[in-house]
C-alpha cells in the first residue's frame, strides 16, 4: 500500500490551505449528493453514481485522457439526470404514501358524533334525518344544496345545521367513513316512481324506497317520543333508542361488507334479537 499512499501524502504536502479548502468544499458537495440520492430506494442511483465516478478514476488511472474528459465534460448533465430521476421517484413515493394514509380503516367515533348529534337535535326540538351511504354510491340519486367533503365532526355538524333554517327538515348525507357529503339532501323521486302513502312521511317513503334498491341506511330522530327510526333494505325499525340504532348500523356495516352475506340478513337478524323494540310497517 505504500506505493498508493506515498504520492498521496506528497500530493496533500505541496497543496495550500485554499486548495484543501476547495476539495473539502466540494467533498462535501458529493457528500450531501450521495446521501440524497441514498434515499431512492425504488432504483438504484447511488450505484450508478459510484459506477459513473469509478469509471472516471479508472479512465485517469489509466492515462485514457479521451475518456476520462468526456466523462468530465458529461458529469454536470449525468448530475441533472440523477436529480431528475430521484425526484419524480421522491414524488411518486410521496402520492403513494399519501394513498395509503387515505385508505386506513374507518374509526367508529364518527358514530358516536352522529348520534350525540342527533341527540342534541332532539333536545332542542329539532328532528334529526341522515343519510348513510355504504358501498352503493347515491350521487345518481340524491341531490344537494350544500355539497361537502368533510371529516363527521359533532362540532361541526351541529355548527351547520344551527346554520339552517329552523323551520325545515334537513337531511344530512355521509358515508360509512365518516365524511360528509353534503346538507339539505334530497332524493331525486318522482310521484310515478315512489308508491306514496298517506300513512307514512315523505321521508320514509322515499327511504324505504331507494334503501331497497342500494344498502343505504337512513336514521331519523323523532320529536315527539324521542326515539329513532331506521330504515334499511326496504324495511324500517321503529322506536328505537339511541344504543340500538347505532349496534344497527354497525351490524349493517359489517355486512354490506361482507362477501357472503345476502341481502336482507341485516334487517332480519337484528329483528330476531330486538323484537322488543322494533316495528315493521308495510313499505
Known sequence: MNWLLEPLYQHVHDLGWRDLLEITFFSLMVYGLQLWLRHDTQKPLLGYWYTYCGVWATASWLGLSTISFALLMLLPAAITMFVLIHQRTLQKNYIALK???SA???SDNWLDALMQTALIK???NRPFLAII???????AMLTTTMPLHATLKKELLVLLLDSMPAEQEYAVWLTMHGIIRGINAQWATSADVVNKSVELATWQQDALFFTALTDAVVLYANTR???FTLVAQGKSIEHMTAQSAQRFIKQHHTSSLSAKSTKGDTIHGYCRTQTNHTKQPMP
Open 99 to 101: 394513498t395509503v394514509r
Open 225 to 227: 317520543n324521542r326515539t
Open 104 to 106: 386506513s380503516l374507518p
Open 133 to 139: 351511504e355504504h358501498q352503493d354510491a347515491l350521487d
Open 122 to 124: 332532539i333536545n332542542a
